[in-house]
């Protein structure tokens, strides 16, 4: 057993738990201090007087505490997911489903438009002196301004949806793949690429043969980021539009009628959710890269 230990503290599994216990003991604390003024007002109204204890209980057992303890927000998850019927609106899978819809298609709009405006900005100077800084420009604009608008104009014309949230999660996801792929695509240097002429290598063969393959490790560094701006998007998408599905749609909900476990419940949803993504991009890396000999 002290072996085991030893081999996981050689590791980062010590620090990680240890990082994580500080974490939930501060949350443990924040959530006594800021909801013991409440049981206070209780006491003082019903004449009684509260031992240390007693108030400590109350505190982290509010049926609509300001912060929400660790064990209320890990007991609202695990009612949402394995306490209801994944079919049922209360069930935060069923809600997930939705949100990741749109997220997966937002995605793959948004980084299909992130290659093709970088292959365009890398061949072509026109392209790179007009597209990229349009490009950055457009991620100055707030997503909160601009998602409204959104749904507002496509709600006019009759779309509405899974699209209007999935354009709003592209918006935000194509920036990433477009900047690492146009950093990928430059990656190779002018002997690479007088090498490559001395072969008598057009573009097209230049780029399936070198710079696409130097631009892969930049390009699944921008999908992991690009993903998890897209479940940003969908979810700030459905904010405006008074959705009564999704994510975001269940943080509205609970905004509303004051739930705040359920609101912290979702946001963990959406958190484990993202990084579930991120993680399923990485072994894709990690295979590909391995598949092309550019990783062990």
């Not at 604390?29 to 007002?41: C, H, S, T, V, Y």
């Not at 490559?196 to 999908?223: K, N």
Request: hydrophobic share 55%; proline share 5%; charged share 10%.
């Amino acid at each position: 057993m002290i072996e085991a230990w030893r081999r996981a503290g050689r590791g980062n599994l010590v620090p990680i738990l240890t990082v994580l216990l500080i974490i939930i003991g501060l949350w443990y604390l924040g959530a006594i201090r800021m909801n013991a003024q409440w049981e206070r007002d209780q006491a003082a109204r019903a004449g009684i007087e509260l031992s240390l204890p007693e108030l400590v209980s109350r505190t982290l057992s509010q049926d609509r505490p300001v912060l929400p303890a660790p064990h209320q927000v890990a007991e609202g998850l695990w009612q949402g997911v394995a306490g209801q019927a994944v079919t049922s609106r209360r069930s935060l899978v069923w809600h997930g489903w939705v949100t990741l819809s749109a997220t997966l298609a937002g995605f793959a709009i948004g980084t299909a438009a992130g290659i093709v405006l970088a292959v365009g900005i890398v061949h072509s100077r026109a392209m790179d002196q007009s597209v990229m800084p349009w490009a950055v420009a457009s991620q100055t604009v707030p997503i909160l301004a601009i998602a409204p608008m959104v749904i507002v104009v496509l709600a006019s014309i009759g779309v509405t949806g899974l699209l209007p949230k999935a354009i709003i999660a592209a918006w935000l996801s194509f920036f990433p793949v477009l900047v690492g792929m146009v950093k990928g695509l430059r990656t190779p240097d002018a002997m690479q690429l007088d090498q490559m002429r001395s072969w008598s290598a057009g573009r097209g063969r230049t780029f399936w043969h070198l710079r696409l393959p130097s631009s892969l490790p930049y390009l699944f560094a921008s999908l992991k980021v690009a993903i998890a701006a897209a479940l940003v998007g969908t979810i700030v998408g459905e904010l405006p539009a008074g959705a009564t599905a999704g994510l975001g749609a269940r943080l509205l909900s609970g905004s509303y009628y004051g739930q705040t476990v359920q609101i912290w419940s979702a946001l963990f949803a959406a958190a484990i959710l993202a990084a579930t993504l991120v993680a399923i991009v990485g072994l894709l890396e990690r295979a590909t890269l391995k598949r092309m000999g550019l990783a062990r």
